[in-house]
């Protein structure tokens, strides 16, 4: 119970960091989100208009800093996260929650099918070593990991969408599809996903496959391992439940911290896919 | 749009798509040529580099800028072609008249307008949407209310009182104030803010529906126009970057592009024989000089600086040729041509001339240094240019004016910049030199007073709104207040000479390539659309409210 109090509060306290940076730092930058909307404009933007827009974005409102600190930490624990300034004037909240369905979809599926084949291959690859798998599967994986993900993108795009045209390659759905829950609307959601989705997987499972292989090969030289052979057991049992089960830890370790990480999003795939998700908002966001 | 990160994606995807077939179009189409009621599906083509947030409040400049509500969904009172020396033709309006020494405008509402939702349109509508403007400066983004005095319903008329005569507002009252139901935005407790997800305008086209990747705009049947529109569908979807974009063009999966397609005649034209493009001028991409700054105020400088250049080739070479090379009388031609002030222009003769560019400096006082940079009295001639770093195109126009300044004795450095740190600086004049453009406007005048009228500017420091070089004459300013108040064309003709002049002798900034509305068109399915021999509207989707005018125009086939 106070191993977990302890770790709730350590997480709070980071949260509150996190959040008051969030605060600190943009209005710390030069220029204001008025200006932004001037720019939309080219310059017509004058006088009565310009200032309406300021006070609508919450610039120049004559509050003390620490009085809009005060009320930034109550806004962001009722949820309420504001008017979007790009996005003017859909609020914050709906923006991100349509666009967080489709990251956590493709992304998070992805991260998980990575973490289960990488691990997998990594633990088949250290048992039979310099056998076959091992000779091919970790070299090539991690080659493949090394390439760029927009460069994967675009050639999937090129070669399975234009050339051979199996598959879509633009945007979540077919754009006149509209959100329902029937077996056409997702079956065109997972079509939409195949290349985004390949192109992320191949370029990301060479770490876990790496990893896993090297902890293997240090875990099979442990004395347990070497006394499960003695004992006769089945080589499968060994392999997971004696090797395998130690050796994964680290791996597990960076997958959860991975999964932190599926939720800002995947950036250069939804650009170059012109994907939904909310990597691409975190771009615009940081831009504007 | 013309927005291109720096990535080879084009060039890939060019080489690439040169060796494979057209692609089969998705896109789906009804029968063609029925008699009766409208059919076909058209899809654009214009990359916003974002999703919709599906709001169609048609006084937001972001939604503006996308070309999703105004002309399509709502439309304005008059339709003024910037193609056409501003021809005026009616829309919601069926006349106008000026009176009282141009201080007085009344419109005559059309009969028989119905909004999307069955409710009549009239003039009590019109008058409500502009007393919506007042009592919301917020959405006045044109300030037309810094002109206006009152604005009455009376009958089917509306009369709008003026402080004082300002002819030139006719474009942005007349053009550019979406005309909203009274029933509807009354009950509006703040339409600065106001989403309008469902928007009911009297546009021949409404959303059905709106989702985050695609807006599906259907033929509105209650449209007061008999017979139009006569396309039944059109599909704007959502890019958020160029290369999609421009492969749905050149597969045919579009047909109406808004964008900027570096080597366009391997990418798209030569795809098929179906596929056009028609660049017009509107403006002038132009190098603007910081006139407080010791170096650049000298006039001597400019001069030299505007014989230097060879903009032709900036355009041939940072724009792939899609931009023509601008004047130094800033006057975009052909568009404007008949403006243009030709005795002026041969007076000066500003063209590529990089020996008369040094002999000016070297007359003016300065001196080549062992660097061969000029210099007079300690100063140097080398500065810095400010620049958007994600248009690409931009970047490599001013690598061109670059090496020409160079090969004359004038330094330049790029320095480029995120988009909202390069507006915040242009604003504040914190910089030498800057590379941008106005919006422009029906006639040349509008893009003059961006660029030249004083109470545009602000102090170093402080923004200003369009004219960044802080140029202030008075003597300017009162030509540019003589126009406003004349509607007698010889006499606009008369000033536009004059400031012309000004441009020409002050050189406030240096005009280096037009700029032009992006248009790509496919005339497989679909006709009706605008040419150089009939330019009946703005042709690029981002354009508003010409956009509504092409939807009306097009028909399939």
Redesign the interface.
């Known amino acids: 119970m106070r191993y977990l109090l302890r770790r709730a509060g350590f997480f709070l306290l980071t949260l509150w960091a996190a959040v008051t940076l969030n605060f600190f730092l943009p209005r710390m930058m030069p220029g204001n989100p008025a200006i932004a909307m001037m720019g939309k404009f080219r310059g017509r933007l004058t006088g009565p208009a310009r200032q309406s827009l300021e006070t609508i974005f919450g610039v120049n409102t004559h509050e003390s800093l620490l009085a809009q600190y005060w009320h930034y930490l109550g806004d962001m624990a009722t949820g309420n996260f504001g008017t979007s300034l790009f996005f003017f004037p859909s609020p914050v909240g709906q923006v991100v929650r349509s666009a967080i369905p489709w990251t956590l979809g493709l992304f998070g599926v992805v991260t998980i099918l990575a973490f289960i084949l990488g691990t997998g291959v990594g633990i088949v690859g250290a048992w039979r070593r310099g056998g076959v798998i091992d000779s091919v599967a970790p070299p090539l994986l991690v080659i493949t990991s090394a390439i760029p993900y927009f460069w994967v993108g675009m050639m999937f795009i090129l070669i399975f969408g234009l050339k051979l045209q199996w598959l879509p390659w633009s945007g979540g759905m077919d754009i006149t599809e509209t959100p329902a829950w029937t077996g056409e609307f997702i079956g065109n959601v997972v079509e939409h996903a195949i290349l985004p989705a390949l192109a992320l997987l191949i370029t990301t499972i060479g770490t876990w496959t790496l990893t896993m292989r090297n902890n293997m090969v240090t875990t099979l030289a442990e004395d347990y391992v070497r006394m499960a052979r003695a004992k006769g057991l089945s080589n499968p049992r060994i392999m997971l439940d004696y090797a395998a089960r130690n050796a994964v830890l680290p791996n597990l370790t960076g997958f959860a911290m991975s999964l932190g990480f599926v939720v800002g999003g995947a950036i250069l795939i939804e650009y170059v896919f012109n994907y939904p998700g909310v990597g691409y908002m975190l771009l615009q966001a940081v831009e504007n | 749009m013309r927005r291109i990160i720096l990535?080879g994606?084009a060039a890939?995807?060019a080489a690439?798509?040169a060796?494979?077939s057209s692609?089969?179009s998705?896109s789906?189409n009804g029968p063609s040529g029925s008699a009766n009621g409208p059919t076909g599906t058209l899809?654009i083509s214009n990359e916003q580099?974002?999703?919709w947030?599906?709001?169609f409040?048609p006084f937001?400049?972001?939604n503006l800028?996308e070309g999703v509500t105004m002309g399509q969904v709502y439309e304005p009172l008059m339709f003024v072609n910037t193609l056409q020396n501003a021809k005026t033709t009616p829309w919601l309006a069926s006349g106008y008249a000026w009176s009282t020494g141009n201080k007085t405008l009344t419109f005559t509402i059309q009969k028989n307008v119905t909004f999307s939702d069955g409710t009549p349109m009239t003039a009590a509508d019109v008058a409500f949407t502009f007393n919506l403007l007042k009592k919301?400066?917020?959405?006045?983004?044109?300030?037309v209310?810094?002109v206006l005095s009152t604005v009455t319903q009376q009958g089917d008329t509306v009369v709008m009182q003026f402080k004082a005569p300002s002819v030139p507002y006719f474009y942005y009252i007349a053009d550019q104030i979406p005309i909203v139901p009274e029933h509807i935005w009354s009950t509006i407790k703040d339409p600065?803010?106001?989403?309008d997800s469902k928007p009911v305008g009297t546009g021949a086209y409404t959303v059905s529906?709106c989702?985050?990747?695609?807006i599906?705009y259907v033929a509105n049947p209650h449209y007061w126009q008999p017979g139009l529109p006569k396309i039944a569908k059109v599909?704007y979807?959502?890019?958020?970057?160029n290369?999609?974009a421009n492969?749905?063009l050149a597969?045919g999966q579009a047909q109406w592009g808004s964008q900027f397609i570096p080597n366009i005649d391997k990418f798209y034209t030569s795809k098929s024989s179906d596929n056009h493009y028609w660049f017009a001028p509107i403006a002038n991409v132009s190098l603007i000089p910081n006139l407080t700054k010791p170096g650049i105020g000298d006039v001597a400088v400019r001069q030299a600086i505007a014989y230097a250049i060879d903009r032709n080739k900036v355009g041939q070479v940072g724009e792939y040729g899609e931009e023509p090379g601008a004047n130094q009388n800033g006057i975009a031609t052909p568009t404007f041509s008949a403006w243009m002030d030709n005795t002026s222009a041969a007076k000066y003769g500003y063209g590529y001339n990089p020996a008369k560019a040094q002999a000016l400096l070297t007359q003016a006082g300065y001196a080549k240094g062992s660097d061969g940079i000029y210099a007079k009295g300690g100063q140097k001639l080398a500065f810095t240019v400010i620049n958007i770093g994600g248009y690409s195109d931009w970047v490599a126009s001013m690598s061109v004016v670059q090496a020409e300044l160079k090969a004359v004795g004038i330094g330049l450095t790029a320095q480029n910049l995120?988009?909202?740190?390069y507006?915040?600086r242009l604003?504040a004049g914190d910089f030498d030199f800057a590379y941008y453009?106005?919006?422009g406007g029906p006639t040349p005048y509008y893009e003059f007073r961006?660029w030249l009228y004083a109470a545009?500017s602000a102090p170093i420091g402080k923004?200003a709104?369009?004219n960044w070089e802080r140029y202030s004459n008075p003597a300017t300013d009162k030509l540019l207040d003589s126009y406003a108040i004349t509607t007698d064309s010889a006499k606009q003709h008369d000033i536009v000479n004059q400031l012309q002049q000004v441009v020409l002798s002050d050189v406030p900034y240096i005009p280096v390539t037009e700029e032009v509305g992006w248009f790509q068109y496919n005339t497989a399915k679909f006709t009706g659309w605008p040419t150089q021999d009939n330019p009946y509207a703005i042709p690029a989707a981002y354009a508003y409210p010409d956009m509504g005018q092409v939807l009306l125009h097009l028909s399939p086939k």
């Open positions: 990535t994606a890939l995807l690439a798509l060796a494979c692609g089969s998705s789906t899809t580099g974002t999703q947030n599906c709001s409040n937001n400049p972001g800028g919301f400066p917020g959405l006045d983004v044109d300030s209310w810094s600065v803010t106001y989403a529906p989702t985050p990747q695609n599906t599909l979807p959502a890019f958020t970057s290369d999609p492969t749905y597969t995120a988009q909202n740190d507006l915040n604003y453009a106005q919006t961006q545009n923004n709104s369009s």
